[in-house]
């Protein structure tokens, strides 16, 4: 026991680098003690001159001042009179996942250093060589490495000092003088400077590419704080304005809701009042009544004389009450119901330029990704079909001497005015008519026509009185206009005439992110008449118009 307790002691108080006991011992931070000369030089004359724990490999930065640890150095100076000799401590002996020291027989202790010249593993005592004698000054220590053989040529038995550029590899001296001969052959030396020339301008290159992209990677965070900034602020504002917005429906509804209710009571009032009126007249009617026929009962003929002067006045007719055929307050609903399309109208013809504008935020990035490549405008009828849709006519828009029908697919020029209410939206000056539906997209609809006429897209808040209201008469419309056998094609004012085949069928296809929008003659083939790329900065609308009474056109539904 007391054996093994000496044991105990001698690892307790030994360094684990000279495998003494310590001198002048020193506590460095993670808590292991060594010699303070051998730490020192550890760390002094280590590779990369790191200054870390042999043991344990943390790492100290900055370098931690050696202080002497009094109480370990009175306790070594007591062991040191018992006669105590250092023996190495269980931690320092070679595992199966260290490198041994070479020189050790018996139980190997682990290796510190190896030696590129010597080719072999030392530990902290047998490396002391290395480090007193000048004979091993021109020696290259390096951290221990299991891998010294591979620095021996197989072949030759020699060292490979050499670099074949020619075949990129190491090799010995006699390999040089045999089967690379003639070869572009270096020191293994030169090769190492140069190719860490390279790898430095590499170095300095990743730096320099590190450093930009944590500029970008700065400059994408202050974005998505920037993007979280509008979001949130566009949010608060929306909801601020949709809350204003309710709020008035509210008042207004509460306001009607008054209103209604108040001439509700008026009016119930005065019929009441009427009613009690006439109640009175009965019951005095009835009662002249009973009294008369008393009077007729009676058979003394002076009383009858007497009372009958009385009676016999002239009766004072009420005027009959004449019931006017009202709606009472169905016309208040109607015109409720009028408010509520319009507001239907405006927000179903303006929400597209919201879902527009949240759909086009887009943030440039320095490096954006490669968008994809557009689909080409197809060529084939069938292509044009998959982007078909449903046009119908907005009653709201159309010239008041147009006629719908088809569910408000057709439209006709008629000889007289019909009976649409006063609205806005409705064109006045020219006999045109725009669709109901806002197009975005990519989308493709035909239109069969009967005699002359224009077939056009426009933006919703064209004019709709003067001469420019007119499709294609300013920069918010375009149209193919066709008469008398020929085409043209007319935007800003501006005409072009276009040849081509007359056919009575159009097709109009839109690209409006590409900018895209072509006429089509439809027969048996599909014709381009006409095609413009421009820039669409809103939604458009399909819209038709006519030079003369008696044309029409219709909105075809495709499948």
């Known amino acids: 026991?007391?054996?093994?307790?000496?044991?105990?002691?001698?690892?307790?108080?030994?360094?684990?680098?000279?495998?003494?006991?310590?001198?002048?011992?020193?506590?460095?931070?993670?808590?292991?003690?060594?010699?303070?000369?051998?730490?020192?030089?550890?760390?002094?004359?280590?590779?990369?001159?790191?200054?870390?724990?042999?043991?344990?490999?943390?790492?100290?930065?900055?370098?931690?001042?050696?202080?002497?640890?009094?109480?370990?150095?009175?306790?070594?100076?007591q062991l040191k009179k018992t006669g105590l000799q250092a023996a190495?401590?269980?931690?320092?002996?070679?595992?199966?996942?260290?490198?041994?020291?070479?020189?050790?027989?018996?139980?190997?202790?682990?290796?510190?250093?190896?030696?590129?010249?010597?080719?072999?593993?030392?530990?902290?005592?047998?490396?002391?060589?290395?480090?007193?004698?000048?004979t091993f000054k021109t020696h290259k220590l390096v951290d221990p490495s299991e891998n010294l053989q591979d620095n021996i040529c197989p072949r030759h038995g020699e060292v490979r000092k050499m670099f074949c550029r020619t075949d990129q590899k190491c090799i010995c001296y006699l390999c040089s003088l045999e089967e690379h001969k003639g070869h572009d052959t270096v020191s293994a030396a030169a090769e190492r400077t140069e190719r860490q020339r390279?790898?430095?301008?590499?170095?300095?290159?990743?730096?320099?590419?590190?450093?930009?992209?944590?500029?970008?990677?700065?400059?994408?965070?202050q974005e998505v704080e920037a993007i979280n900034q509008s979001a949130d602020e566009t949010v608060e504002d929306s909801e601020e304005m949709f809350t204003e917005l309710i709020s008035l429906l509210q008042k207004r509804s509460s306001e009607v809701k008054q209103q209604v209710r108040s001439q509700q009571e008026t009016e119930v009032r005065r019929v009441r009042e009427l009613e009690e009126k006439l109640?009175?007249?009965?019951?005095?009617?009835?009662?002249?009544?009973?009294?008369?026929?008393?009077?007729?009962?009676?058979?003394?003929?002076?009383?009858?004389?007497?009372?009958?002067?009385?009676?016999?006045?002239?009766?004072?007719?009420?005027?009959?009450?004449?019931?006017?055929?009202?709606?009472y307050f169905q016309d208040v609903a109607a015109a409720v119901s009028e408010v509520r399309g319009l507001l239907q109208d405006i927000l179903r013809d303006t929400w597209t330029n919201v879902s527009l504008a949240v759909a086009e935020v887009d943030v440039l990035l320095s490096e954006p990704e490669p968008e994809p490549e557009p689909e080409p405008e197809p060529t084939l009828r069938a292509g044009f079909l998959?982007?078909?849709c449903e046009i119908t006519l907005d009653p709201n828009t159309v010239n008041t001497y147009l006629l719908l029908s088809e569910q408000n697919r057709k439209v006709t020029w008629m000889d007289q005015r019909q009976s649409?209410?006063?609205?806005?939206?409705?064109?006045?000056?020219?006999p045109q008519v725009l669709s109901r539906e806002s197009l975005t997209g990519r989308r493709y609809w035909e239109v069969e026509t009967a005699g002359g006429g224009y077939v056009a897209v426009s933006y919703k808040n064209i004019s709709r009185s003067?001469?420019?209201?007119?499709?294609?008469?300013?920069?918010?419309?375009?149209?193919?206009g066709f008469y008398s056998g020929s085409y043209d094609f007319r935007y800003n004012n501006i005409q072009t005439s276009v040849s081509g085949p007359l056919s009575s069928r159009i097709g109009v296809y839109l690209d409006h992110r590409a900018g895209v929008l072509s006429f089509y003659g439809v027969s048996g083939t599909m014709t381009l008449l006409h095609r413009v790329q421009t820039s669409f900065t809103q939604p458009l609308h399909a819209g038709v118009g006519f030079y003369k009474p008696g044309d029409s056109a219709e909105f075809c539904k495709l499948k």
């Open 420 to 430: 649409y209410s006063d609205h806005p939206d409705r064109f006045i000056y020219r």
């Open 1 to 77: 026991m007391a054996q093994k307790g000496d044991q105990l002691d001698q690892e307790t108080f030994s360094c684990s680098i000279c495998l003494e006991v310590l001198k002048d011992p020193v506590t460095i931070p993670c808590g292991h003690s060594y010699c303070m000369n051998c730490i020192k030089t550890y760390w002094d004359e280590g590779e990369k001159k790191l200054s870390s724990c042999p043991q344990c490999r943390e790492t100290f930065i900055p370098r931690p001042a050696l202080v002497k640890n009094t109480m370990f150095a009175a306790l070594v100076e």
């Open 279 to 327: 109640q009175q007249e009965i019951s005095d009617l009835k009662r002249r009544d009973a009294e008369m026929k008393q009077l007729s009962d009676t058979e003394d003929h002076n009383q009858f004389l007497h009372s009958c002067q009385s009676l016999i006045r002239p009766l004072t007719h009420s005027s009959s009450i004449s019931i006017r055929p009202l709606r």
């Open 88 to 134: 190495p401590a269980d931690h320092c002996y070679a595992g199966p996942e260290d490198v041994a020291c070479d020189v050790c027989s018996g139980r190997k202790l682990k290796a510190v250093k190896s030696c590129l010249v010597c080719l072999a593993s030392y530990c902290q005592k047998h490396l002391q060589p290395h480090r007193d004698s000048s």
């Open 466 to 480: 003067g001469e420019e209201s007119g499709f294609g008469f300013n920069d918010e419309s375009w149209s193919l």
């Open 198 to 221: 390279e790898m430095e301008v590499i170095r300095q290159q990743i730096q320099q590419d590190i450093q930009d992209r944590e500029k970008d990677v700065k400059l994408l965070q």
């Open 386 to 388: 998959k982007y078909s």
